[in-house]
């Protein structure tokens, strides 16, 4: 049974950086997509980046391009959004989640969740 838990949220001011983590257990991640993704109140869930779990293959949503980066380690079976620039809108709780790479549509492991709160 593939479990996944993210850690790594908090307070931080504008500006600040975080870094949450995805820790992976359960089974190889080989093969596998994992995601990140953010919702914030009254607001649709939002995808914020991807990472292919062999090759490293990445994907940005728009709103975090150039701010956000997902790395994974494999050899730990973690991965890590790190976060700059943070601005107030990016307040969410966020959460990862894992498919196989080739499968389309919802993913299939989430995670529950990591509260990140950014003040102006």
């Known amino acids: 049974q593939v479990q996944l838990v993210e850690s790594g949220g908090g307070l931080v001011q504008a500006g600040g950086s975080l870094r949450l983590s995805c820790a992976t257990s359960g089974g190889t991640f080989s093969g596998y997509a994992l995601g990140w993704f953010r919702r914030a109140p009254g607001k649709e869930r939002e995808f914020v980046a991807r990472i292919n779990w062999d090759a490293g293959s990445t994907w940005y949503g728009i709103s975090v391009k150039g701010r956000f980066t997902v790395v994974r380690d494999k050899a730990n079976s973690t991965a890590f959004l790190q976060m700059n620039s943070l601005k107030p809108e990016d307040t969410a709780v966020y959460y990862c989640?894992?498919?196989?790479?080739?499968?389309?549509?919802?993913?299939?492991?989430w995670g529950q969740g990591t509260q990140v709160t950014v003040s102006s």
């Open positions: 989640a894992a498919k196989p790479e080739f499968k389309g549509g919802e993913y299939d492991y």
